[in-house]
């Protein structure tokens, strides 16, 4: 939703897209993950100058619109959200690209409210290697580092569309809420980007969430 209404020039409150606040607001309670979508066709400054653009865009939005919405950076935000009929705004990131391989990047992104970020898209990028790259290799040294400070940061790792090996380096270098926040069940379905039994354990075992 981010991108498409920063790139066709539309308002959250109110397109022709899937969601805007007037038609989510008809929930009695209303949280949103809002996500900057990374192309794998972009990567270094360039993926940081384009998310940046995105989550200012989002920001003036939100202060446009602060009847309606609140970016979330806390559970009472949440909560305070919650309580004044609005939509709960939480910022995410879909693609650690956007990192462009520096760990001080994620300052900026703690800055701007991002409290998920997740790590590949289907392809590789400085901190590891998507579920579609066919790239076996785990995190990068980069990844797991990223992991690391995330964590510090009150940032969630998202492991939706990274490959396997990335997934258990996840789970190794990091030890709080991990989440797939798109993925299924490989046991019924049989797909790249979807869970066996033992990784949604794995999830379950964190307090985590799979999507």
Request: aromatic content about 8%.
């Amino acid at each position: 939703t981010i991108y498409e209404c920063a790139v066709r020039g539309h308002g959250i409150a109110k397109n022709n897209l899937q969601l805007d606040l007037k038609r989510g607001l008809k929930y009695d309670k209303w949280g949103q993950v809002f996500a900057v979508w990374m192309p794998d066709s972009l990567r270094g400054d360039e993926a940081w100058r384009q998310c940046e653009k995105m989550l200012q865009y989002f920001h003036k939005e939100a202060q446009e619109n602060s009847q309606q919405m609140l970016v979330v950076n806390s559970a009472d935000d949440l909560e305070t959200a919650m309580n004044t009929d609005r939509c709960a705004a939480i910022l995410a990131v879909e693609g650690g690209s956007a990192l462009a391989g520096r760990i001080e990047t994620l300052d900026l992104m703690s800055s701007l409210k991002v409290k998920i970020i997740t790590l590949t898209w289907n392809g590789s990028n400085e901190l590891g290697h998507g579920c579609m790259s066919d790239c076996k290799d785990g995190l990068t040294d980069f990844g797991k580092q990223a992991v690391t400070e995330m964590e510090k940061r009150n940032i969630i790792p998202d492991v939706s569309h990274l490959n396997n090996a990335g997934f258990w380096d996840v789970m190794q270098y990091s030890s709080g809420v991990v989440i797939a926040s798109h993925s299924v069940s490989a046991k019924i379905f049989s797909h790249k980007r979807n869970l066996d039994e033992e990784q949604f354990a794995a999830i379950q075992k964190r307090g985590g969430l799979v999507g």
